[in-house]
């Protein structure tokens, strides 16, 4: 009988860490770094620090860490002054490591105001904290050989 209540109790468990990475929680991430991307055009400090958690890190493609939600907030609004241009952000690939943690892989396309464009890729590391899906790290890359 014991084995019997043990056998159900894991089952529901493993259907529960199933669930909680279905499409629900893939949109939820989408919608993370829709919002992030939204902060970042409008230089939204406000909705930076309700989507980003206190100890965020983010490593830019000019090799820059930005260290802590104050420092990271004040990097993205100083780089989206001094670099403008139109920043697009669309997930491809979502990867959960734990039900509370994930990686979202996103092309990352920056039009210039000159007409020019950068492609690269961003890695976010997500995490669930209170039921809600904030960003733990960034990473930016240009690939090489691309301009």
Known sequence: MKAMYLLIVLSSMLCFELYA?????????RTLVDSYSLA???????????ILTEDIDQLV????WREGIKGATAGMIQSSTTNPGTRTLRVE???YLTPQSAVADARYTIQNPDGTVRQMWST???VA???KWKIAAIRNMQPSGQR
């Open 21 to 29: 990475q279905g499409p629900k929680q893939d949109q939820a991430i």
């Open 40 to 50: 970042r055009e409008k230089q939204d400090t406000v909705l930076l620090k309700t």
């Open 129 to 131: 904290q209170r039921g």
């Open 93 to 95: 690939k979502i990867r």
């Open 61 to 64: 493609s000019s090799g820059e």
């Open 124 to 126: 976010f590391i997500v």
